[in-house]
């Protein structure tokens, strides 16, 4: 049976279910694509974050929920795979910024085109109606889960 079909033949799951069921396939998707380009689901977000940003160690730590020693450890280890480097902030002397080198904009390119294949097939069950909708609700849902 196809995972179309399958999806079709679940039982409606209530809100919540339904957050996590879809919060474990995309989890699940980020890790496989991560697996196939040795890197972390961690790592595919800080990648994803620099993929348009060169934010500060401080504001990567915040967008990741991560403590200093945990940012810097991260970064310490893409920096020596050559997919990111720090460089001075141009507001705070002591201070750095992060951002993705040459082969880190590669990396990026080659998994996320992978990501966006696999969530767009498995968004596909969906018409363009219902994934305009879903893709409104799911960013009111983000925005109200970002404020305490």
Known sequence: MNQNANSTAQPNLSVVDSMAQLSFLVHGILGRVGA????????????????????????????????????????????????????PSPTDRRGFQVRVTDAGR?????????????????AGVLSEDEQAQFAALATRIIGAGSTP
């Open 36 to 87: 196939e380009h040795d890197l972390s689901i961690i790592q595919i977000r800080l990648l994803g974050i620099l993929r348009d940003h060169e934010p500060s160690m401080l504001q990567l730590a915040q967008h990741l929920s991560l403590d200093k020693s945990s940012i810097t450890g991260l970064i310490d280890r893409a920096a020596r795979r050559g997919l990111v480097e720090r460089i």
């Open 106 to 122: 590669k990396l990026i390119d080659e998994s996320g085109e992978e990501i966006i294949r696999q969530l767009s097939a498995a």
